[in-house]
């Protein structure tokens, strides 16, 4: 079973930076497009950023410019490098491939405020 670890999140000042990463057990990254996802309380999920096999990107317009998504396989890792936080960033942050088929891991938490 696949299991996603989230991590690096924290408490961090508006317009201040966080990397976050994601640890996939087993070799998923080599098959799967992987994506970052995030749920602030109340309200859905949503993917703010996504990453292909082969390296192309694609952004929510709310994080675009702002937010990058990379991958290493051989570290069976993508990471989230977010800068120029914001408050309406604050949320839980997943990982998952583009179709959320794997069980959803804890997340890690990113809290955007002064």
């Known amino acids: 079973q696949v299991q996603l670890v989230e991590s690096g999140g924290g408490l961090v000042q508006p317009g201040g930076s966080l990397r976050l990463s994601c640890v996939a057990s087993g070799s998923i990254l080599s098959i799967n497009g992987m994506g970052w996802y995030r749920q602030a309380p109340g309200k859905q999920r949503e993917l703010v950023a996504r990453i292909s096999i082969g390296g192309s990107t694609n952004y929510a317009d709310s994080v675009k410019g702002r937010f990058t998504i990379s991958r290493d396989n051989a570290k069976n890792t993508v990471y989230l490098q977010m800068n120029g936080l914001k408050p309406e960033d604050t949320a839980d942050y997943y990982c998952?491939?583009?179709?959320?088929?794997?069980?959803w891991g804890r997340g890690t938490q990113v809290t955007v405020s002064s």
């Open positions: 998952n491939d583009w179709n959320g088929s794997y069980k």
